[in-house]
């Protein structure tokens, strides 16, 4: 059984040995390639329907998911993830697990931001349902909307968000 291994950890392995990227998607079908907007960045895609972006000094890694070539959740444990997916016949749901939520989209763009108290989603494009992890609580979010979620039992409340607050989250992706 393999262990474990942030991939920020291991992107960072790879790199450092000068291994090729190719050797990474061997094991989950995910492969890092440069960002075209910012070339000493990278990006993991998994396959032609998923793209992930990390923010500096985010952790999260993929679920060892027994033999699975795509992977259909990541594990985000601190930081910011924009994710691009576009469903397939094969795989038409992916999830983004956290302390506080889990955010399972449907075919979009989004952004999922964790801190020590909150879970917070933007969707830029699509829609996304966002979930406290226990399940009882859950809210559908469209292009423009997000959501904040807290260790809490109360509702999810959906809003459209400040442009300053969109502008600086995206600013961590170098949009």
Not at 26 to 44: F, M, T, W, Y
Not at 46 to 75: F, K, M, W
Not at 116 to 125: A, E, G, M, N, P
Request: glycine share 10%; with cysteine.
């Amino acid at each position: 059984m393999m262990k474990r291994v942030p991939f920020t950890a291991l992107a960072a392995i790879v790199m450092l040995m000068g291994a090729p990227t190719k050797m990474l998607g061997e094991a989950n079908g995910c492969v890092l390639v440069s960002d075209n907007r910012n070339p000493s960045e990278k990006i993991l895609r998994c396959g032609s329907g998923l793209s992930i972006r990390n923010a500096p000094g985010t952790r999260y890694r993929l679920p060892d998911q027994a033999g699975q070539r795509q992977p259909t959740e990541v594990q985000l444990d601190s930081g910011a993830l924009m994710l691009e997916f576009t469903p397939s016949k094969n795989r038409r749901t992916f999830q983004i697990l956290t302390p506080h939520a889990i955010a399972a989209v449907r075919g979009t763009r989004w952004a999922v931001e964790v801190t020590s108290d909150r879970t917070s989603t933007l969707v830029i494009s699509g829609k996304v349902e966002v979930a406290r992890r226990s399940g009882r609580r859950r809210a559908l979010l469209h292009a423009g909307e997000g959501a904040d979620v807290t260790a809490g039992a109360g509702p999810i409340v959906v809003k459209r968000w400040a442009k300053e607050r969109v502008d600086a989250l995206l600013a961590r992706f170098g949009e």
